[in-house]
């Protein structure tokens, strides 16, 4: 499976983004999808995984509250709305994939993933 990140941009404190993961190649509702991001200088961070069904979803931290993930299959596409943005959430953003369940303890572990795509860089001034 391919994967194409978009929707990152330039938006101001408190804005909002919604970030979107195109798959091709193959059904993406075999997969279980997550986003990380990495900022300048820093290692990467978990920020939010979904089920191949949509039904579990995992947060990280720094996401939990302001961030929400989903997903159409129909349309092979999982969306990151990130709600109250803030500086630090200053970051490329890049999604990944896993043929088949990646248990709830283990949707975080960035080693799960064997697919991933090219970044969107999001960038929130203050």
């Known amino acids: 499976v391919q994967l194409q990140a978009s929707g990152g941009g330039l938006v101001q404190a408190g804005g909002s983004l919604r970030l979107s993961c195109a798959a091709s190649?193959?059904?993406?509702?075999?997969?279980?999808v997550a986003w990380f991001r990495q900022a300048p200088g820093k290692e990467r961070e978990f920020v939010a995984a979904?089920?191949?069904?949509?039904?579990?979803?995992s947060y990280g931290d720094s996401g939990k509250g302001r961030f929400t993930i989903s997903r159409d299959n129909a349309k092979n596409t999982v969306y990151l709305q990130m709600n109250s943005l803030k500086p630090e959430d200053t970051a490329g953003y890049h999604c990944?994939?896993?043929?088949?369940?990646?248990?709830?303890?283990?949707?975080?572990?960035?080693?799960?993933?064997?697919?991933w795509g090219q970044g969107t860089l999001v960038t929130v001034s203050s």
């Open positions: 990944a994939a896993r043929f088949g369940t990646v248990v709830l303890s283990e949707m975080s572990n960035s080693i799960r993933y064997n697919y």
């Open positions: 979904i089920d191949t069904r949509g039904s579990r979803k």
């Open positions: 190649g193959s059904p993406f509702s075999n997969y279980a």
